[in-house]
């Protein structure tokens, strides 16, 4: 893992997930809207960049000991194949530039410019599909309503790729909440002055079944002991998960640390809504569980919808006819009983058959049919390569 501070108040990047190479999905596939990630994270909220070199970039905002000043982080992911690497020594070196900026009506207020480099130790690791880098940027903003800018260019090849979007730096002053902020590992901090020492998860994505889901939160004005009750709902409301945890530190800052363990959610978007108990202060942020570092779906219809083609149609109708409060069980024990390889943390049998839907739509295309709804793609989808 390379983990690398500096920049206008402090930066972290680049960020190396460690781990082995995901299969690539095929050159030129497209993926009917359900299963396009880049429309899922737009709709949470997120900063999202278009191929070729997809980004997705999110912003949370923390307390300064000054109410006219508001502290920004910025993080953002992207996978190692957007990049071009080239072979220096016995490594192989991608490098790119990262422009953020927060714009005013009619001028820039904040702007941070960088260059960072990934380095890997092998080809493989160059062809990676999923959050393979992950660079992050602390800077101070005013509060305000601004349209912030996130740009990256791979500065060895062509890709670039900018997007921009209407946020809102928030106003700290007297007691509050900060955004939840999901990620990797990291103690946080323990005075306003300071900056936080985290590696932010920039999509507040857990793929299925693997580690725990981790958030960052601070409070700022509340009484010693405070509490802070969180929960995690779908977007129907339903209530997946629940927990109290206490606040450690003083009235001037305390923090927690929230962990949704593996396996504990259905697949799909959800939200956290986190409130300081007694109080009407509250919080929320989105996040979404993934059916593996590459395939995402927005909700539960969407997940069966897709799997319409698997073989063991008998689990799943189990989970269709469940009642929503039953469908996180029934999901696992599914995942559980489909597993060829359990000491893994993903399914093997699931990654498979989702490559050959992603093969199957780019290939048998028909007018007015996604490729993956045709009969040609129910037989390859089904049977595999002839």
């Keep these: ?20 190479a995901p299969r690539r999905p095929p050159a030129g596939s497209t993926i009917p809207q359900l299963f396009d990630s880049r429309a899922i994270y737009r709709s949470m909220g997120y900063v999202v960049g278009n191929p070729p070199l997809t980004f997705v970039a999110s912003i949370r905002f923390l307390a300064t000991a000054m109410p006219d000043s508001t502290l920004a982080l910025i993080a953002m992911s992207l996978p190692n194949h957007a990049l071009s690497f080239r072979h220096s020594g016995n490594e192989f070196v991608a490098e790119y530039h990262v422009e953020v900026s927060f714009r005013g009506d009619s001028t820039i207020v904040r702007q941070v410019a960088r260059d960072e480099a990934v380095r890997v130790h092998s080809f493989q690791e160059t062809l990676r599909a999923d959050e393979s880098v992950i660079f992050q940027q ?23 790729a900018e997007q921009e979007r209407l946020d809102t730096v928030p106003r700290f002053a007297g007691s509050a909440l900060s955004s939840p902020i999901a990620i990797y590992e990291g103690a946080g901090r323990t005075g ?29 004005g509340l009484s010693r002991g405070a509490r802070l009750a969180a929960r995690v709902v779908d ?5 997946l998960w629940r927990d109290t945890v206490p606040l450690v530190g003083d009235t001037g800052l305390a923090t927690a640390a929230l962990a949704i363990g593996p396996a504990r959610l259905p697949i799909g978007r959800a939200e956290l809504v986190v409130q300081a108990v007694g109080t009407p202060l509250s919080t929320r942020g989105p996040l979404l569980v993934s059916l593996s570092d590459q395939w995402a779906t927005a909700n539960f219809r969407e997940m069966m919808s897709l799997l319409r083609y698997f073989d063991r149609q008998d689990l799943l109708e189990k989970v269709r ?3 929503p409060e039953e469908r996180a069980k029934l999901w696992r024990e599914f995942y559980r009983l489909t ?20 093969a199957a739509n780019a290939q048998f295309q028909e007018p007015d049919t996604p490729g993956w709804l045709t009969d040609r793609g129910e037989v390859f989808i089904t049977l595999g390569e002839p």
């Design 339 to 358: 597993d060829p390889v359990p000491l893994t943390p993903e399914n093997e049998a699931l990654d498979e058959y989702f490559g050959r839907l992603s």
């Design 138 to 160: 602390l800077v101070l903003v005013p509060p305000g309503v601004f349209t912030v800018r996130v740009a990256v260019r791979d500065r060895d090849g062509p890709a670039y």
């Design 235 to 239: 977007e129907d409301s339903l209530e």
């Design 1 to 20: 893992m390379l983990l690398l501070w500096g920049g206008v108040l402090g930066g972290c990047g680049p960020w190396q997930r460690a781990g082995t």
């Design 192 to 220: 306003r002055t300071g900056l936080p020492a985290l590696v932010a998860n920039p999509r507040a994505t857990l793929p299925y079944g693997e580690d725990s889901l981790r958030f960052y939160i601070e409070a700022y």
């Design 321 to 323: 006819a469940a009642p």
